[in-house]
């Protein structure tokens, strides 16, 4: 009967705590490449369905010894709760040293302080939902080979306990390191190793030795509205990196296909490894090749070094290709020239060259028109419309309503055509007095 109220009592104890569950996570605070002091804040933060008030805990932190010696603690919460209390600071130690079923390599050393959240008024620290709350902070001094190398890292490991015996034997939340830096777990659970399988992926990256800036070419359509361009470092840093990004026109220029940027400044932050710049990008009504601008790298701070500072951004158009067409003209004989608008459906950034030619049909050359053979014909970039003249002769022959040809043919590849044949009608300005008036001649 003894034991099956215990294990009632410790059902109990588990379930209340579990519903009222919470996520832990390391949070790098500050690092001193100088004097390799590395701090970290502990924060909370509720994974159930609300804020809860937390009472009493006892928290423990597992870390690598060899490579980390812990140094300070400060409590950071509200005035009205008490300073955490340092119960063990253990290096080295192995199972034997601790008590309780927790076995971990013996690399591991820990720390374990109780913070009395114990308020009468407020019945424990509130935690918000949805908020991280900062309990302690918590600083170690690193060893060179976490701090100097890219491939080394301090590896941590949480737990907590309660302050009651029973609480303490029979359950213990671990956390799972979600990215580098933090760390969460929402399922308490019950351990009895603590191996390097629980840390392996715990590594708060610290590295103090510069890194390398690169950009990557980027393919983007008119139409986005803005290019993204994602300035990336090789490794995180231990402090904020800085540095001043501008563009450069080439087939693309500002500001009719990008806006100008002059060494804006770009910040990655501390623990990070890119950081996005949006360059706007204007979507016209031009029909155009796809067009490339740069982006270039320059004034990284001290931190970091420029790779790769060069980035090649294209643009790809999304107009149709416009097409060429040419409509029918009616002139009087005595108009002396018709006039043949040759025009694009939409504008195009490249000239847009063409040949013209023409054909006799109740229209002779030479008689009722002058001819044009192989007329080299060219819209400009930019422009929608050009005008040929073709010359009308004005003779005194009476004769009906006559027409010619014209044909459009040998399109540059910027457009095609829509309408390339038309017909010159020709109307007759003669009378038939005139056309039998006599000529007389003699002495």
Known sequence: MK????????????????????????????????????????????????????????????????????????????????????????????????????????????????????????????????????????CFAVQDEVINSMDSCLELIWAREGLTDAYATAFVEVSRWVSPNFTTNS?????????????????????????????????????????????CLEAPTTENVTLNLSTSDSTANAPNDYTLVFNAMVTIPLGQTCSTVLIPIINDSINEIGEVFKIILSNPSSNASIGDGYGIITIIDDEEIPTVSIHDVTVNEDSSIASLSICLSGLSSLPTTLMLNTSDSTAISGIDFLGISDLLVSIAAGEQCIVVNA?????????????????LSNISTNATFGKNTVLVTIIDNDTECQAKAPVISGN
């Open 391 to 407: 010359n009308i002769l004005d003779n005194s022959i009476l004769e009906s309503t006559e027409f010619f040809n014209v044909i």
């Open 187 to 231: 399922n308490g659970m019950i351990y009895n190793d603590l191996d390097a399988e629980d840390g392996e992926a715990s590594c708060l990256v610290m590295n103090c030795q510069p890194t390398s800036i690169t950009i990557e070419d980027i393919t983007i359509n008119e139409s986005i509205g803005s290019a993204q361009i994602q300035v």
């Open 3 to 138: 034991y099956l109220i215990f294990n009632f009592f410790l059902l109990f104890v588990s379930l209340h705590l579990s519903a009222q569950n919470y996520d832990t996570r390391f949070q790098i605070s500050s690092i001193d490449c100088e004097t390799k002091q590395v701090c970290y804040n502990v924060q909370l933060m509720p994974n159930g369905a609300g804020s809860f008030n937390l009472a009493g805990q006892n928290y423990r932190i597992y870390y690598n010894s060899a490579l980390a010696s812990y140094l300070t603690g400060e409590s950071l919460l509200p005035s009205q709760y008490s300073e955490f209390t340092l119960v063990q600071d253990v290096q080295g130690a192995n199972a034997d040293e601790i008590d309780g079923p927790l076995d971990f390599e013996s690399t591991l050393g820990f720390l374990n302080y109780a913070v009395d959240l114990n308020d009468v008024q407020n019945g424990g620290i509130n935690l918000p939902l949805n908020q991280w709350t900062t309990t302690t902070n918590l």
